[in-house]
Nanobody
Framework: QVQLVESGGGLVQSGGSLSLSCSASRIIFDFYTMGWYRQAPGKQRELVGDIVVDRGNTIHTTYADSVKGRFTVSGANAKNSISLQMNSLKPEDTAVYYC???????????WGQGTQVTVSS
């Protein structure tokens, strides 16, 4: 079992910034997808952004249209880690944010516990 440990989250004013991080206990494949999803109350979980990593290099990045230009998913300095830099936050960004890891062509799919991000008006 792979454990995803998230940090960050909290309360921030509209227009502010917040950074989340996620570390995987182990990643046994050189090719994997790691990213962030979010779920607001009464809403379905949606992709925020993710990266495809091949031998330590990010080869593809995907973002939801709603966060393009504001959020950035990137590999962190720590091994098996990613971050989510969120800028120009809006109240509609309020949600529980979940780290996700997919390996083995999607056969293995792991989720973090989630961290609350609340953006006040």
């Amino acid at each position: 079992q792979v454990q995803l440990v998230e940090s960050g989250g909290g309360l921030v004013q509209s227009g502010g910034s917040l950074s989340l991080s996620c570390s995987a206990s182990r990643i046994i494949f050189d090719f994997y997808t790691m990213g962030w999803y979010r779920q607001a109350p009464g809403k379905q979980r949606e992709l925020v952004g993710d990266i495809v990593v091949d031998r330590g290099n990010t080869i593809h990045t995907t973002y939801a249209d709603s966060v393009k230009g504001r959020f950035t998913v990137s590999g962190a300095n720590a091994k098996n880690s990613i971050s989510l830099q969120m800028n120009s936050l809006k109240p509609e960004d309020t949600a529980v944010y979940y780290c996700n890891l997919k390996m083995g062509a999607g056969k293995f799919d792991y989720w973090g516990q989630g961290t609350q991000v609340t953006v006040s008006s």
